[in-house]
T-cell receptor, first 116, second 114 residues
Framework: AQKVTQAQTEISVVEKEDVTLDCVYE???????LFWYKQPPSGELVFLIR??????QNEISGRYSWNFQKSTSSFNFTITASQVVDSAVYFC?????????????FGQGTRLTINP | NAGVTQTPKFQVLKTGQSMTLQCAQD?????MSWYRQDPGMGLRLIHY???????DQGEVPNGYNVSRSTTEDFPLRLLSAAPSQTSVYFC?????????????FGSGTRLTVV
């Protein structure tokens, strides 16, 4: 069975600090996809990134970066120079490929608070 | 281009009442699904559909029914609401093939059963 664990329930940092959100996953599949979503206080789910299991290159998008390591089954998310607008709940998720791709398995989420 | 539209945004039901949560998409995606979000538990899959006329159960299907008569619509029915179904419900779509985007979620329906 697939499982996603986000061990950090809540994180609070001061603005401009760097912060890393951890995500560890379990799957028996060799082909799978990993996702990060942001849920701001308004409640919608905002897609941040999708990574397939064959692509272990790290991804950088502005202040956001992702570190995918198959050896440790981790897909961590780092925000550099955090801003108050980054305050949200962040979810890591996993799906199979093919017919299983419509089943997303979510972690419990990490509530990130950026204090001014 | 609305993407995924969920109605209503808020709903209060009494125990035993029935209702349908609506989900419509204009993205021509094959796959649609329903998730519920409860505090501390992330989102959990209720039901999903891989195309019109085809549905299947997810992780927490009990108490919910779905049908998919068209590509665009995927309603979620609560036949006899229970307080345990108090939650935020999200509908999602995604297309098939080697696309490089994630799921698209609706804005959610906050349901309270009293």
């Amino acid at each position: 069975a697939q499982k996603v664990t986000q061990a950090q329930t809540e994180i609070s940092v001061v603005e401009k600090e760097d912060v890393t959100l951890d995500c560890v996953y379990e799957t028996r599949d060799t082909t799978y996809y990993l996702f990060w979503y942001k849920q701001p206080p308004s409640g919608e789910l905002v897609f941040l990134i999708r990574r397939n299991s064959f692509d272990e290159q790290n991804e950088i998008s502005g202040r956001y970066s992702w570190n995918f390591q198959k050896s440790t089954s981790s897909f961590n998310f780092t925000i550099t120079a955090s801003q108050v607008v980054d305050s949200a709940v962040y979810f890591c998720a996993l799906s199979e490929a093919g017919q299983g791709a419509q089943k997303l398995v979510f972690g419990q989420g990490t509530r990130l608070t950026i204090n001014p | 281009n609305a993407g995924v539209t969920q109605t209503p945004k808020f709903q209060v039901l009494k125990t035993g009442q029935s209702m349908t949560l609506q989900c419509a998409q204009d993205m021509n995606h094959e796959y649609m699904s329903w998730y519920r979000q409860d505090p501390g538990m992330g989102l959990r899959l209720i039901h999903y559909s891989v195309g019109a006329g085809i549905t299947d159960q997810g992780e927490v299907p009990n108490g919910y029914n779905v049908s998919r008569s068209t590509t665009e619509d995927f309603p979620l029915r609560l036949l006899s609401a229970a307080p345990s179904q108090t939650s935020v419900y999200f509908c999602a779509t995604h297309g098939s093939g080697g696309t490089n985007y994630g799921y698209t979620f609706g804005s959610g329906t906050r349901l309270t059963v009293v």
